[in-house]
């Protein structure tokens, strides 16, 4: 079974501040991992994921997030966040034992960015 | 088509009605996932189509739910005798070949309200 854990509901946050996205997950086995965003009135899309290999990855729109194995955690991290960063976000992983993508979200997490 | 296409964007029905939710995934995509999304509950995963292979039916709710992929194309949800605890945003995902590294591609989902 694996389950994953957004600690932070809600993030609110200034137009250029810096932003981390909370991320952990349990699994017995090992796991590819996923974050999705989902915009306003949108479906999810994929901002990036760790396979295997360098374990800090880089997304689109300026997002990247490091894999702590240790930690069983993969935070979400920008520099400097702008306003159409405003979107919930959510973290996923996948079995690596699975025939198929079972995919498992956690509960979201809703960034807000104000000017 | 060049997206995930869910049909339609919202329904409101009554409790005790039938509803049927429509996806068309990219062409091409054998694999097809419906995940149910409640405010603040994420995403849960609900049926999984996987060319001509048996679905995986284990994250059907109860026995109320059904789906069906017809021609590997189009699938309907089909959700009977719908209670209020069904309101919820039905989402469609595909991918190509359904492993467990591939990501999904998400329509915009239905939004179903039952009063």
């Known amino acids: 079974a694996q389950s994953v854990t957004q600690l932070d509901s809600q993030v609110p946050v200034f137009e250029e501040a810096p932003v981390e996205l909370r991320c952990n997950y349990s699994?017995?086995?090992?796991?590819?991992l996923f974050w999705y965003v989902q915009y306003p009135n949108q479906g999810l899309q994929l901002l990036l994921k760790y396979l295997s290999g360098s374990t800090l990855v880089k997304g689109i729109n300026g997002f990247e997030a490091e894999f702590n194995k240790s930690q069983t955690s993969f935070h979400l991290r920008k520099p400097s966040v702008h306003i159409s960063d405003t979107a919930e976000y959510f973290c996923?992983?996948?079995?690596?034992?699975?025939?198929?993508?079972?995919?498992?979200f956690g509960k979201g997490t809703m960034l807000l960015v104000s000017p | 088509g060049a997206g995930v296409s869910q049909s339609p964007s919202n329904k409101v029905t009554e409790k005790g009605k039938d509803v049927e939710l429509r996806c068309d995934p990219i062409s091409g995509h054998t694999a097809l996932y419906w995940y149910r999304q409640s405010l603040g509950q994420g995403l849960e995963f609900l049926i999984y189509?996987?060319?001509?292979?048996?679905?995986?039916k284990s994250g059907l709710p109860s026995d109320r739910f059904s789906a069906e992929r017809t021609g590997g194309s189009v699938s309907t949800l089909t959700i009977q005798r719908t209670q209020q605890e069904d309101s919820a945003v039905y989402l469609c995902a595909s991918n190509l070949l359904g492993q467990p590294n591939e990501k999904l591609f998400f329509g915009s989902g239905t939004q179903l309200s039952v009063l």
């Open positions: 996923a992983v996948s079995s690596m034992n699975s025939g198929y993508s079972t995919l498992t």
């Open positions: 699994s017995s086995v090992s796991v590819y």
């Open positions: 189509f996987q060319g001509n292979s048996a679905p995986d």
